[in-house]
């Protein structure tokens, strides 16, 4: 129990001091986080906590359980990027204990250390708490869910070793509670992700009912009752339109690659292979023939895992919208199996093979490559342009964007991290090379996130963003042209509908050519900027890194 404190305090710690620090050290990136975030300063504004607005009208595809998270940092910290961020955080937080007391009740310390560390130390798991997507907590639900499930299931059909002091009820109400949690934070996709696990272990079963019909039906009640906290409530107050539109969202989604979100059929792999470095490349060696474990309900977790991950990598792959975070919920098993590798290899049964060693190089090698050569191109970005055959992209490579070199940094750190990865592996410690590399891995994201994600966004978005942010203290409307974006709507601060126009063609004309009670301000790109040009209603205030900006006057 002492170790059980001191390491789960210890894990938290840990991720306070690395996931709070410079929330707000950048602006919001378009589209997810300035979307959310509003809808979340909504809340605010219009003291509306059941229903979710984007433009100060209802927004069908997210319920609001997120949001209220996020609502409540900004009532404490103020409306921002810190605030929008702050909830993610807290998230880490809370998962990296979590993943620290889990593997310790399912093998031991070291193994909870393992799991703990290889999350905190993967490059998209640790960046994820530091956004301020859903997903960190989205996934934290599922896992919750999923894992209270295995504990009913090794309760009911009795396996041994393992300590489950309460009711097998109990912990089957648990997995229905975290996976209702998980359909009020992002929707059903929690629940079919989980009964779709179940669904590959049982035909891995033989299709023998390890967990009978009524069982299953609690388990789903369980989920239903704590979803209907909120669905129950806006279908009685505002019928089902929520509920349609939201499906219909969905079927979207999965249908189409919506939003220009497209991608190859390999989207995933290569996002887990590359953004989860690290843990990625020991978990590979996990899918293949390894060391079983010497209790039953170790193997029968590791199975699980295995199910799990190959569910949500396949499922998201047949999803046509490809979008990085919708294989997050993989980080789980990844980093689970990771773990497992590392504790045979630290116990002799698995050796640091040649395939392990090329796979950290050649992914290493990858960012190492990125983050020493970005600041090279950065520094003779003019010669890039002509390049770019798209205006905008040209425009993007005017910004003013100071590099000295010292952006290198990161990447040479990590090139002497790696580098002492294998001779303390070798010759020192095997135990201390892992918390090297991962803790020096976390160190890595945090150079790369300082020198580079700012000078990265004053390429990509900030003349837009300042150019809404001037606006905020001025009683005015507000628009985007030609492209979607939501930085007018967070960074303009409308404060009630009509303030500013979002997908609406119509809105759009009235600041075109209706007459005015106060000035309007037009954002758009330079390739879509000729139509607003010809406009004799409008005159051009300014254009900035591929962006032009109009106004009209009152007239």
């Known amino acids: 129990m002492q170790d059980t404190n001191k390491y789960s305090l210890g894990f938290a710690l840990l991720g306070a001091l690395f996931f709070i620090p410079f ?24 003291k509306d906590f059941t229903r979710v607005h984007v433009n100060f009208e209802p927004f069908f595809q997210k319920p609001p359980f997120f949001f209220w998270l996020q609502a409540g940092a900004m009532a404490i910290f103020g409306i921002g990027d810190f605030a929008a961020r ?77 300590v489950l002091d309460k009711r097998m009820w109990w912990y089957l109400f648990l997995g229905g509670f975290w996976i209702g949690m998980g359909i009020l934070t992002k929707g059903q996709v929690a629940y079919l992700v989980a009964v779709l696990t179940m669904g590959v272990y049982w035909v891995y079963q033989r299709f023998r009912f390890y967990v009978n019909v009524p069982q299953f039906l609690f388990f789903t009640l ?23 539109e939201f499906n219909k969202y969905q079927y979207r989604l ?9 991608g190859f059929p390999g989207y995933h792999f290569v996002v887990l292979l590359v953004g989860c470095f690290p843990a990625s490349i020991f978990a590979i060696r996990s899918f293949f023939r390894m060391p079983e474990d010497p209790l039953p309900y170790q193997n029968d977790f590791r199975r699980w895992m295995k199910y799990l991950f190959w569910v ?18 993989c980080y789980f098993p990844l980093t689970y199996l990771a773990a497992h590798t590392i504790d045979k290899m630290l116990d002799g049964q698995v050796r640091l093979s040649r395939w392990i060693s090329f796979g950290l190089w050649f992914v290493g090698g990858l960012f190492i490559f990125a983050t020493v050569a970005l600041p090279f191109i950065g520094m003779n ?10 205006p905008f992209a040209q425009g993007n490579l005017e910004a003013d964007v100071r590099w000295t070199g010292l952006e290198a940094i990161p990447g040479l750190f990590l090139l002497g991290l790696l580098g002492y990865f294998f ?41 837009a963003i300042e150019f809404f942010a001037e606006k905020a203290e001025e ?23 009509g303030e500013a126009c979002f997908k609406d063609t119509a809105c759009m004309n009235r600041l075109f050519f209706d007459p005015l009670d106060k000035p309007a301000y037009i954002s758009t790109k330079v390739h879509k900027a000729k139509p607003l040009e010809e406009m004799e209603t409008l005159e051009e205030v300014g254009r900035k890194n591929g962006f032009v900006f109009f106004r009209r006057k009152v007239r």
């Open 312 to 329: 949500v990598l396949i499922l998201f792959t047949i999803v046509q919208s490809k979008i990085v975070h919708y294989s997050s919920m």
């Open 423 to 463: 001779i303390t592996y070798r010759q020192v410690s095997k135990a201390r090379s892992f918390a090297v590399l991962f803790g020096g891995t976390a160190v890595f994201v945090m150079l790369t996130l300082g020198f580079f994600i700012g000078r990265i966004e004053a390429y990509s978005q900030r003349a």
């Open 254 to 262: 999965f249908s189409t690659p919506d939003a220009g979100h497209a």
């Open 475 to 497: 009683d005015c409307h507000l628009a985007a042209f030609g492209y979607k974006t939501y930085a007018h709507l967070f960074y303009g601060r409308p404060q009630g509908p």
């Open 23 to 46: 929330l707000g050290g950048v602006h919001l990136f378009d589209w997810d986080e300035v979307n959310f975030a509003e809808i979340s300063r909504e809340m605010l504004i219009l």
């Open 222 to 244: 369980s989920a239903t009752i704590v979803s209907l906290i909120w669905y129950g409530v806006e279908t009685l107050q505002n019928g089902p339109k929520f509920i349609y």
């Open 86 to 162: 702050f909830p993610n955080a807290v998230c880490g937080i809370i998962t990296l204990p979590l993943l620290f007391r889990m593997g310790q009740r399912l093998k031991d310390t070291r193994f909870g250390i393992l799991w703990a560390g290889a999350y905190f130390g993967s490059i998209l798991p640790f960046l994820y708490f530091k956004s301020g997507i859903i997903d960190p907590w989205f996934n934290l639900f599922i896992f919750l869910g999923l894992y209270y499930f295995i504990l009913f299931h090794w309760k009911k059909n009795q396996y041994s070793n393992i």
């Open 381 to 390: 970005a003019e010669a890039l342009k002509p390049l770019f055959n798209d």
